[in-house]
């Protein structure tokens, strides 16, 4: 079954304490992984698309990674303003999106 | 500056009774979708439209009903025949029908059933 996995649920970091999101998948065909921001009561915001294996992209303080099997969003050094729920989504050939239930991130000060 | 536009962004239904939500962009996007979010799950398809007038079910199309008359507009509509409304919407599009160049997503409107 094709499914899309993200841990942990929820993450509290102290300011300045690096720390890394995962994303798992079984979807075969992959076409990309793609990772969102999403602030409460908005919808989700691009961050990066990763499309094999070995690719790596950086944003300020992120980094995505990407294996056959999962993908990493480090977060190194961490500010308050991070605080956010990270979603993953894996594209499959067939243009069929699958999303993960996202990783809840608070930044204490 | 070009993006997706999701009104209202919070809307109450009454038991019974139909409610659109809109959904306008402005990227000269081809394709456009909309999701569910539930606490706990991930987002849920619910219709897409890769071109004008012509638009395909989703995971979980009960209970709903589009249009897409214009390539900028994508309205929602939520039947009485939805059993369990209340849920955070979200519009998304991009650029070619495939998405591989990842969604733009609007803002989200919250129904509530009262």
């Known amino acids: 079954e094709d499914q899309v996995t993200q841990s942990p649920e929820a993450l509290r970091l102290q300011e300045g304490e690096s720390s890394s999101l995962n994303c798992s998948y079984t979807v075969s065909g992959l076409r990309g992984l793609f990772w969102y921001r999403q602030d409460p009561g908005k919808g989700p915001e691009f961050l990066f698309t990763?499309?094999?294996a070995g690719e790596e992209k950086e944003k300020e303080r992120l980094k995505a990674t990407l294996t056959k099997k999962e993908s990493f969003l480090h977060i190194t050094a961490p500010k308050p303003e991070d605080s956010a729920t990270y979603l993953c989504a894996v594209l499959r050939t067939g243009n069929q999106f699958y999303f993960g239930t996202g990783t809840s991130l608070t930044v204490i000060p | 500056d070009g993006g997706i536009t999701q009104s209202p962004k919070y809307l109450f239904r009454k038991e019974g009774q139909n409610v659109t939500l809109s959904c306008e962009q402005n990227?000269?996007?081809?394709?456009m979708y909309w999701y569910r979010q539930d606490p706990g799950q991930g987002l849920r398809l619910i219709y897409y439209s890769q071109i004008v007038n012509d638009f395909q079910k989703g995971d979980i199309a009960e209970g709903y009903s589009v249009s897409r008359e214009k390539k900028e507009s994508f309205p929602l509509t939520v039947t009485s025949a939805q059993k369990n409304p209340t849920a955070f919407y979200l519009c998304?599009?991009?650029?070619?029908?495939?998405?591989?160049?990842?969604?733009?997503f609007g803002s989200g409107t919250r129904l509530t059933v009262v």
């Open positions: 990763l499309y094999s």
């Open positions: 998304a599009s991009s650029m070619g029908s495939g998405g591989s160049d990842g969604y733009t």
């Open positions: 990227l000269n996007h081809d394709a």
